[in-house]
């Protein structure tokens, strides 16, 4: 009898520890990225008639565009070929004084190691940068939460 149940106490600790190490993960990343959709778009004009959420300030000749968005909140990524280097005009350089926030989601086509120290410019609510005619902009959850209630009255 003690045979059976060590043995039992056995698979039971194993199974626990397949559970921990290998289900649970799996389940995490499941959760997290459920909540995540992404797309690519010709052009500006195809994102913004596609998804209301890409942002009216991307210009409608921009090119080659790609799209992350979390739907539980603000978090986006968003790059896009600019027609013209510049970013359009009403993308303002980042005070001295401010204090941009880095990106929260990751997607393959967005630079992994993008922080905040890089934004140069606010559009709306998203801070972005170019590399040359590719514009690299994200929009943190904070900010969105807070235009949301300053929209809304609060």
């Known amino acids: 009898m003690k045979t059976a149940a ?27 990225g459920r909540h995540e959709e992404s797309a690519s778009y010709a052009t500006g004009a195809a994102a913004k008639e596609a998804r209301p959420s890409v942002p009216r300030w991307l210009p409608d000749t921009a090119t080659d565009i790609s799209y992350a968005m979390r739907t539980t909140g603000g978090e986006r990524l968003l790059r896009a070929t600019l027609p013209t280097p510049p970013l359009p005009p009403s993308c303002k350089p980042l005070p001295a004084d401010g204090k941009p926030k880095s990106p929260e989601l990751g997607a393959s086509w967005f630079p992994e190691d993008t922080t905040a120290r890089q934004a140069t410019h606010r559009c709306d609510l998203y801070y972005a940068y170019t590399d040359g005619d590719t514009l690299y902009a994200w929009q943190h959850n904070d900010d969105w939460i807070a235009a949301n209630k300053s929209a809304a009255g609060h």
């Open 6 to 32: 060590v043995v039992t106490t056995a698979a039971t600790v194993a199974g626990a520890a397949f559970l921990g190490l290998v289900v649970a993960p799996a389940a995490v990343d499941w959760y997290d």
